[in-house]
């Protein structure tokens, strides 16, 4: 009987994995036309200044609309388009639309003059020409060096850190913010973070979302504190309860994000943090 049942459980595990990987071939098929398909969309996370509570930006996040599928997590398809090399393009349309939408937000609303946009960065982006594209897309947009956040990862950096710290000085001298993204699940030496020309920790949301743990709390204080050492500010993502925010806020990390202020947004409902009937609490 155990024999048998055994063997079902091998069936079964056969069948879902077959299914996974059906899935994952009709993604990466499917994703080689969703872009001239117009599949992709952004939307957009408020990001708080948590000693005032006022936005200070938003970080960009892709959605993908498949036509048959609904939407379909990032956390899914970006693994796939990064194996495809499809994310280099995809990147550089995430990029301009990005800051397409920042200068139209900040034509329409002038109060917000020293609004950020944030935007991942996918290790396999990280070329000698990236600056270059870059500053094109700049040019085209209007916006500014200084306005524009980037998100990396540990891993990306590490992955080739002399080629990183050739990239990062070059987007430095266009003013552009450097962002560790989920700082803390990955491998970064800390003889090389001082290295890397980084302005912003990004407090991993496993930290944040745990925080009434002491334990966890200490991570978070020292993560903020190693920040402020090495003159970065700190982001705290993930923040979902009010508890949490206050934390932070004791703690004088600067920034913060997650359910707790605002999910993601469609574009028109983003914009009405920037009217102002959006507030936080
Ligand atoms: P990330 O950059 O760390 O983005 C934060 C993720 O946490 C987002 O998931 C966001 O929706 C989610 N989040 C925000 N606040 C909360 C909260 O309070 N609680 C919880 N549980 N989650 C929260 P999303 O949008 O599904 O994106 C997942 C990941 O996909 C991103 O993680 C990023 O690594 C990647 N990604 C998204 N858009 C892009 C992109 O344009 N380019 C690249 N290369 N990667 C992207
Ligand atoms: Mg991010
Ligand atoms: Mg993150
Ligand atoms: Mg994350």
Redesign the pocket.
């Known amino acids: 009987r155990a024999k048998k049942q055994g063997k079902g459980c091998a069936v079964l595990f056969d069948a879902a994995m077959r299914t996974d990987a059906l899935r994952r071939l009709q993604i990466q098929t499917d994703l080689r036309w969703a872009m001239e398909r117009e599949e992709f969309q952004?939307?957009y996370?408020p990001i708080i200044e948590l000693s005032t509570g006022k936005i200070a930006g938003f970080?960009?996040?892709?959605?993908w609309e498949h036509p048959q599928k609904g939407f379909i997590?990032?956390?899914e398809f970006?693994p796939v388009a990064?194996e495809t090399g499809i994310?280099v393009a995809?990147?550089e349309w995430?990029l301009r639309e990005a800051c397409r939408q920042l200068h139209v937000w900040k034509e329409k609303f002038i109060s917000h003059s020293s609004l950020m946009m944030s935007?991942?960065?996918?290790s396999q982006?990280f070329t000698a020409d990236l600056s270059q594209r870059i500053d094109q897309i700049l040019r085209e947009t209007h916006v500014l060096g200084r306005e524009l956040k980037l998100?990396i990862?540990e891993t990306a950096i590490m992955a080739d850190p002399q080629l990183a710290i050739a990239t990062l000085n070059e987007l430095k001298r266009r003013e552009i913010k450097i962002c560790i993204?989920?700082f803390g699940t990955g491998y970064c030496s800390l003889g090389y973070l001082h290295q890397f020309p980084v302005d912003i920790l990004?407090i991993?949301?496993s930290f944040v979302?745990q925080m009434q743990a002491s334990d966890k709390r200490e991570i978070v204080r020292v993560i903020v504190e190693l920040a402020e050492s090495l003159r970065m500010d700190a982001i705290a993502?993930?923040?979902?309860t009010k508890e949490q925010y206050f934390l932070l806020a004791q703690l004088n990390c600067k920034y913060g994000?997650?359910?707790?202020f605002s999910?993601?947004l469609h574009p028109n409902e983003a914009e009405q943090w920037l009217i102002g009937t959006r507030k936080v609490g």
């Open positions: 952004l939307y996370q970080e960009a996040l892709l959605r997590s990032p956390a970006i990064e994310i995809l990147g995430v935007v991942n960065l996918s982006q998100e990862t993204d989920d990004k991993d949301r979302n993502e993930g923040i979902e994000q997650g359910y707790f999910k993601p």
